[in-house]
Structure formats: C-alpha cells, structure tokens
C-alpha cells in the first residue's frame, strides 16, 4: 500500500520526465535536420539540463537537483520545516542528493501507521540503566559498547525519535521516519549524565529518562535536578518511574487493601507532581517498575495524567498498541549481535 505505492509513484514520475526529456530531444532533432538550410550552417541548438522543479501535483514535486541543495533545505522549500527532511530521504531511498539527479518530494503525509500489504511498521524502545567503564552488573553498559551501539544506528540509518513522535505514531496523528527507535534511561544514576549525555550528543541522539524521585541528589551517584533541567534544555525528555521504585502490583505483607492503594496513588501523583514542579512540564510518560502492571494501576495511572505506560515486555511497538502497555528491549548483553536483533522496525505479515 503505502510505501509501495509510493516507490511506484517515484519511478512513474521518473519515467515520465525521463520520456518528457526524450521526447523533446527528439523533436528539435528533427526539426533542426527537416528545416532547409538554403547554403547556410545549420544553428548550433544548446541544450541546457532541466533544473529545479520540473513537475507538481497535489502529491508530488518532481525536482531536478541544481548542486547544493540538501533533504533538510527541500524540507525547508516544500514542506515547511526543515525537520521534516526524513520524508524525502526515506522517498527517495539510494538516489544521491547531487546536481543532476531527480528527487521526489511527497506533499502530502501518508501512511501515518506505516502499513503496507507486507505487513508494518514497529518502534523499539531501547532501555538502558546506568553506565560505566568496567561494568559487574548486567545493567550496568560499558562505555566502548554503548559507543558502537551507537555508532552502528547512525551508520545502519536508524533514528532515534522521541516520545512525543512515538505518541503521535500510536495515536495515528502522524507517520514517522522508517526505521524509527527511541533510546529510554532508567532510574536516574549520574552515569545517564556524566556518560551517556555526552556520547547521545556525540551522535545527534536524545533519549528519555525514567526518573525515580527519592533518588534524585540523595548520593554521589544519583542524577540531580539541575542536571536533569539541563539535559531537558538540550531535548531530553523526562518521564516518572514512580516515587520509590515500588512494586504497584503487589500488596505487601500485612498491608491492608486500603492502605495498598493509597501507596499505589502515592508513588504514581507524587512523582508526577514533583516532576512537574522541579521541570516546569507536564509530565505524561511513565515505566513501571519492574516493568509490572495490572488493571487497576492502568486505570490509576491514566486518573492521574499518564499518557504513555511501559512495561520491560519484548518488542516493537506498531500504531495500534494500546497507549498505556507499550514494551521495551531492555539491553543488557554487550555484544553486537543481540543488540542488532532488538531493532526490528517492521513486522511482515501478509495482508493479501
């Protein structure tokens, strides 16, 4: 459906211009070799290449490259915004962007849920916890590996999308780029700050992170709120992971039924209004901990102001996931081979 057709579309256009060249080539020629030339030299005909836009509908432009032109100043000339730059870049997928070449610039958005007759697409959400160069615990990244996780997305052409893209993905507002990831940081240890902040910019990375807040400035090795007020200024989002880190699904021993939920409501608005409050924001994305949740702390949750839930259940998320149960890979094997498996991005499954 979607991207197929489009990839048709491009080729058809393609194909088009391609005879509308020829076939005007054709005519001059045999117009310059059936005039009579009455003794004179025949006039020297110069052909110049098309440029720029050659052909517009209410789909498409059709635009010849003139030479320094690039997807994010297209975007900027076609589409409104230059962020939009991954629309003509996943159209137009192995044609360079140079002088000469012809590009399709889609103008209008489609395929929001990334459907197609092969089946669609899926967002991994990536998490990690803290970081470290000589690592004991399994959720503990060592420095070198996370660099080549890295590395291997922005050399493997995935991007890493927020989770307000995500939102908008699995509430069918918008589509989003083909190979879309979103990286999440769990519990909030200083090494999201001092480690993965730094090598995330190194990238033109942003990531979410899930924050606790009675850990937040207790120890040397807790994130503070000015750190986190930083890393939202340069585009990180933040999102709760409760109070305590407190298990909502369970009742403890000798904890009465009234006394649970009062917990259960504690660790989830205390959270949320401490965050809004140190962060001046609306805080609507929360993980539960250990990734465990039931019926009544779905219902709570979405009382209280979530949007977006997730658990540590394995998988992609496609556009019809509910809201509030979205999963997430937590990655805690260090070599490539595992870490290439959690990126899948499309689900095959035939709609024919």
């Known amino acids: 459906m979607g991207l197929s057709r489009n990839r048709k579309n491009q080729e058809g256009w393609r194909s088009i211009f391609l005879l509308w060249i020829g076939g005007g080539l054709f005519v001059l020629s045999a117009c310059v070799t059936a005039w009579p030339t009455f ?78 007759a092969r089946g669609y697409q899926t967002v991994p959400v990536l998490t990690y916890h803290h970081f470290g160069k000589g690592c004991k615990s399994p959720y503990c990244m060592p420095i070198a590996v996370f660099d080549k996780q890295m590395k291997y997305l922005k050399q493997n052409g995935y991007r890493v999308i927020s989770l307000g893209k995500l939102r ?29 902040y730094p090598m995330l910019k190194k990238y033109g990375y942003k990531a979410t992170l899930f924050i606790y807040t009675d850990f937040v400035g207790v120890s040397k090795g807790a994130i503070t709120w000015a ?3 930083e890393m939202k200024a340069a ?6 992971h409760t109070k305590s880190h407190s298990d909502l699904t369970k009742q403890r021993e000798g904890e009465s039924h009234s006394a649970y ?21 609306d805080t609507i994305y929360l993980a539960f901990p250990y990734g465990r949740y039931n019926e009544r702390v779905l219902s709570i949750s979405e009382q209280v102001g979530y949007r977006l ?8 998320n496609p556009f019809f996931a509910d809201p509030l149960r979205l999963k997430r ?3 805690l094997k260090r070599e490539m081979e595992t870490f290439a498996k959690r990126l899948k991005t499309f689900y095959e499954f035939s709609l024919k």
């Open 39 to 116: 003794g004179t030299p025949s006039p020297v005909v110069s052909e110049k290449p098309p440029k720029g836009e050659v052909f517009r509908s209410d789909d498409y432009v059709v635009y010849v490259m003139a030479g320094g032109e690039t997807p994010k100043s297209l975007a900027k000339s076609f589409l409104g915004d230059a962020r939009k730059f991954w629309i003509i870049e996943d159209a137009n997928e192995g044609v360079s962007f140079r002088r000469g070449n012809t590009v399709v610039i889609p103008l209008k958005e489609e395929n929001k849920g990334g459907l197609t």
């Open 168 to 196: 908008d993905f699995v509430q069918y507002r918008h589509a989003i780029p083909k190979k879309s990831v979103v990286i999440a940081i769990d519990d909030g240890n200083r090494s999201a700050y001092e480690i993965a």
């Open 227 to 229: 750190q986190l007020r």
């Open 235 to 240: 585009g990180f989002e933040i999102g709760s």
């Open 261 to 281: 939920m009062a917990r259960v409501k504690s660790e989830l608005i205390v959270s949320k209004r401490l965050l809004d409050e140190k962060l001046k924001q």
């Open 309 to 316: 839930g997730f658990s540590v259940r394995r998988g992609g």
């Open 329 to 331: 890979d937590q990655i």
